[in-house]
């Protein structure tokens, strides 16, 4: 750590997590969730093959919808599970002065916290595809999500999801 290099992804603003293939350093996921206020174009996963002096777009869903978490198969480097966040920060931090809120929204929420684009997303061949998962998962729009891989049973994960189907 007593030297750096800045090796790109400016426009992606917040990175939700990094993850390194134990494999082979040059291969890094970067979870991307985008600017805090307002929309932008550089959200999802990206991923480097040349330790980082190119990167390609993995993952992208919208405008909106960034990584918030990603977890990484010990057995298996080329599976990853991203979590996305379909979210709207606005200018009070809080819930506006009038504005009813809606059920499950407090007072320091952002303006939306559950999206169309949230979600969890598999990829089993390092990112080349990737895909919707939903069995098990709640059916409504989703919100902030974590995730960790149990070490001891590969086959299972755990995440934690807030979601509009609370209660």
């Known amino acids: 750590g007593k030297t750096w290099d800045h090796v790109g992804l400016e426009a992606s603003y917040q990175i939700g997590r990094i993850l390194v293939d134990p494999k082979n350093s ?36 919208d405008d909106n919808t960034g990584v918030i978490d990603m977890i990484m198969s010990t057995n298996e480097p080329g599976t990853i599970i991203a979590a996305l966040w379909d979210r709207e920060r606005d200018e009070f931090d809080s819930w506006p002065g009038s504005v009813k809120k809606p059920e499950g929204v407090d007072g320091y929420d952002p303006i939306r916290k559950w999206g169309k684009g949230a979600g969890l997303y598999k990829t089993t061949d390092g990112g080349e595809n990737w895909t919707k998962l939903t069995k098990g998962l709640p059916t409504g729009m989703m919100g902030r999500i974590g995730l960790d891989w149990q070490s001891k049973s590969p086959n299972v994960i755990y995440a934690i999801i807030d979601c509009e189907d609370i209660g």
């Open 26 to 61: 040059d291969t890094v996921y970067v979870g991307a969730l985008g600017r805090l206020y307002g929309p932008n174009r550089q959200r999802g996963v990206f991923k480097t093959t040349d330790g980082g002096k190119t990167w390609e777009h993995s993952l992208y869903v």
